[in-house]
């Protein structure tokens, strides 16, 4: 089986699993509990928080584990929301675990203001700056697509925010950014930024919130306390260990080089086809969308299962949902949506593997052509 479907998830290192296991039955205490053991479990899990904060390049501020994104998204715009006259901004790209906290901020009668995107799949930055004012108590704006790969310019993001709201807080959500593409978070100057570790084949459930301050945000659950306070439960060890273990595994340059040239391997191949579309916004290396003229995304997911190669079909949250929020945002009509495949990379591809993907993505859509005509 090729899997092309790594913006959704990736396989865990194997390394990642001997680690869990250590974790889970040998060095399984409690990291808040009195015992040296604990005492033991505590310090690497500090030691852990330090190799996130120096992988995000940070100088300051620190990582609060959590169970993945989506939970890290909720802290870090929940946490950020005060009573008052304030106003809440995110890009219309958003992950559904950012995009349906603004709808739910909404609900609640608060201020939300939503920035379009533009052909490029990045965030319209004119609207942007029409937007902020005084009033902007958060900036939610994610570094890469997960539906398109685009990237935006957070730095310029930051600069509008300094300039018209340098009240502001802002937050980044990095899922299919942090240990793939190279960033700072010093250089972005971002105050919170969310991860998650199954993006780069550490374990699902795991992830972080970067807080430059922890006086930034509230808690949202109450409890015993963890996580300095903001992040109440007993940590998920074996798995921030296991992600760990990914974390010194990956060479995020190397990574970078090497799927820059397996996707253009891939795109060699795939363009073959002229009725293939490769929907490119040049953003990372990782993600791509192809639009297969008069066969259906769908369609071609399962013919292509059946052929040994899986892609995706957008998000995974929305991949069972009609249409494409993100694609209908961006300009494209339904027949361009709902012809179209996300494809995804990981680095430990080989090269025969991206080039038998692309050869038999395009025999199954000649296959399906036949078909249907
Ligand atoms: N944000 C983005 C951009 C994502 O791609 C995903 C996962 O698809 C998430 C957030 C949610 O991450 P998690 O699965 O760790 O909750």
Known sequence: MIFLDNAGTTKMFAECVTTYSHFACDEFY?????????????AKLEEVRRVCLKKLGALKGTVIFTGGATESNNLAVKGAVRNGDFEYVFSKGEHPSIFNVARSLENEG????????????????????????????????????????????I???????????????????AVQGFMKIPFSVED??????????????????????????????KNIVDGGGQ?????????????????????????????????????????EIVSQESDIKILDFHGSPYIEIL?????????????????????????????????NRILENIGYNKDEIISSCRISFNAYM????????????IETYKEMLKRLS
């Open 30 to 42: 409690n990291p808040s509990a009195v015992s040296r053991k604990s005492a033991f479990v505590h």
């Open 110 to 153: 608060k201020i939300v203001k939503y920035i379009g995107l533009c052909k490029d799949g990045k965030v319209d930055l004119a609207e942007l700056e029409k937007t902020l004012n005084k009033k902007t108590k958060l900036i939610s704006c994610m570094l890469v697509s997960n539906e398109t790969g685009a990237i935006n310019d």
């Open 155 to 173: 730095k310029k993001i930051v600069g509008l925010k300094n300039q018209l709201s340098p009240q502001a807080l802002i937050h980044v959500d």
């Open 188 to 217: 972005l100057g971002v105050d919170m930024l969310s991860f998650s570790a199954h993006k780069f084949h550490g374990p699902k459930g795991v992830g972080g919130l970067y807080v430059r301050s922890l006086q930034l945000i």
């Open 227 to 267: 996580e300095y306070g903001l992040r109440s439960g007993t940590e998920n060890v074996p798995a921030i260990m296991a992600m760990h273990t990914a974390l010194s595994m990956i060479d995020v340059k190397g990574n970078f080089e090497k799927v820059t040239n397996l996707k253009r391997i891939f795109n």
């Open 291 to 323: 639009s297969f003229k008069g066969v259906k995304g769908e369609t071609m997911l399962h013919a292509l299962e059946e052929r040994g190669v899986i892609v995706g079909l957008g998000s995974a949250c929305s991949a069972k949902k009609a249409g």
């Open 350 to 361: 080989t090269e025969s593997e991206v080039k038998e993907a692309g050869n038999i993505i």
